[in-house]
């Protein structure tokens, strides 16, 4: 994934998350699942977590090469 197309994922993870930008790439790169999961609703944290735990799904979507590659794959999980 290019630098834009991961700029653009960030921007709209971001708004759907109620958060910023800045402090969603930051915590994504320190790893605190926990801190990204505190607005979302049970059933999304469920999702999320299950996603998290198919390893073979994180390796496709950070190997996505865009944000709607990345829209599809959670879509057929």
Request: aromatic fraction near 2%; charged fraction near 30%.
């Amino acid at each position: 994934m290019n630098e834009k197309n991961f700029e653009n994922l960030i921007n709209s993870a971001s708004q759907k998350l109620g958060t910023s930008p800045e402090k969603l790439r930051q915590t994504l790169e320190q790893g605190d699942v926990k801190a990204l999961s505190a607005n979302l609703s049970k059933s999304d944290k469920a999702k999320l977590r299950a996603v998290l735990s198919n390893k073979e799904l994180v390796n496709k979507l950070k190997n996505a090469s865009n944000p709607q590659d990345i829209m599809r794959m959670l879509n057929e999980k």
